[in-house]
């Protein structure tokens, strides 16, 4: 049967045959699995593709093979900093491996996963990494059903039996919180989201208290605030807590987004930064070593995360096989800035007086 040249005038796979004087199943080949292909053949039909401006037909492809090129990542949100480095890394380390990203996210609305993960299984996805472990038990069914590789990303647990790809939250906040006491503070109030269905911030919160019950530091519920990744928000209960008169000597945030809105709340009330008001925060976004002063923080890899996810999951769809063990744990640093003052003696017993600490 002839093969029609492409519609509109676009070069296809006969026009990047004739070119360079090879058959057309063997420019397949090139595209479908080059390895069998001796590179002199190779290099001259890529460099005829390239002239020729020759897209290859992902698509038609896959109705002849069960892989279709293209891998699903659900994320919370796009709306701030918080995964734009996991997005990039996955990004860049798929094209690696000659693979395309579909991106959706769900607002930290878990009952829109279901929807979001249909439609990328409707597109013949080949497979997906979703972050944490809290998820809709429709969307999980779906994956399950189809048999569809999965990697969890973001955190990190060791007794998991599908792979994940993350940091140990709950040690990252037990960490960060274990250096605000080493420096004095005991009179400390938390800003953390909604836990319900995000074990990111349910292990960052867990480990925070933990570190401190094991201190000796007990707090009282107005020092637990609830506040979403916003800094708009996260400003407007800083400054609550600003205006009273019980005002903390110190601010463990949930992650980087709440403590920026914390540094801005600050900024508005007139009280230095840490001289009056210590602040730590959870993440190391790009923009937290350059604030004034540099914000105290845990450096969560997100594109080491990215990196090793993107390779067990290709190695998942190509093998089948999944890491031994299947928890791939990604070590976090502590980054040591200016925004957690040292308390003197006095200061730290007079919370205690207060009734804060033990």
């Not at 928890?327 to 980054?335: A, C, D, N, S, V």
Request: charged fraction near 25%.
């Amino acid at each position: 049967m002839k093969r029609r040249k492409s519609r509109k005038g676009a070069p296809g796979i006969v026009e990047v045959a004739a070119r360079a004087g090879v058959s057309i199943a063997t420019v397949s080949r090139v595209f479908s699995q080059p390895s069998l292909v001796r590179p002199p053949t190779r290099q001259r039909i890529e460099k005829a593709a390239a002239e020729l401006g020759y897209i290859r037909n992902r698509a038609a492809g896959s109705l002849h093979n069960r892989f279709s090129g293209t891998v699903g990542l659900v994320v919370p949100t796009i709306d701030n900093a918080i995964f734009s480095e996991l997005i990039q890394a996955f990004s860049s380390r798929l094209r690696d491996h000659d693979r395309t990203l579909l991106i959706a996210a769900h607002g930290y609305d878990l009952k829109l996963e279901a929807a979001i993960v249909r439609s990328l299984l409707e597109r013949r996805i080949d497979g997906i990494a979703l972050v944490g472990f809290d998820h809709d038990p429709v969307s999980m069914n779906m994956l399950q059903q189809r048999d569809i590789p999965l990697v969890h990303v973001w955190n990190y647990r060791v007794d998991l039996d599908t792979p994940c790809v993350g940091a140990d939250n709950q040690a990252a906040a037990w960490t960060i919180a274990d250096y605000v006491v080493e420096q004095g503070h005991r009179d400390i109030a938390l800003l953390f989201p909604d836990v319900t269905s995000n074990d990111r911030a349910r292990d960052r919160r867990d480990g925070v208290l933990q570190r401190l019950a094991a201190a000796g530091v007990r707090l009282p519920p107005r020092r637990i605030i609830d506040c979403p990744y916003d800094v708009g928000e996260a400003r407007r209960l800083v400054s609550g807590l600003l205006e009273s008169e019980a005002r903390p000597t110190a601010l463990i945030c949930g992650n980087d987004i709440i403590a920026h809105g914390a540094y801005f709340a600050c900024q508005v009330h007139g009280v230095p930064v840490p001289e009056c008001l210590s602040i730590a925060g959870i993440g190391d976004f790009g923009s937290s070593a350059h604030l004034h002063p540099g914000l105290t923080t845990v450096r969560m890899p997100a594109r080491q995360i990215g990196n090793v996810a993107v390779d067990t999951l290709i190695n998942l769809i190509d093998t089948g096989e999944a890491p031994n063990p299947a928890g791939q744990k990604i070590e976090f640093e502590l980054r040591v800035r200016q925004s957690v003052a040292r308390l003197s003696p006095d200061a730290s017993g007079q919370a205690d007086r207060d009734g804060v600490g033990a």
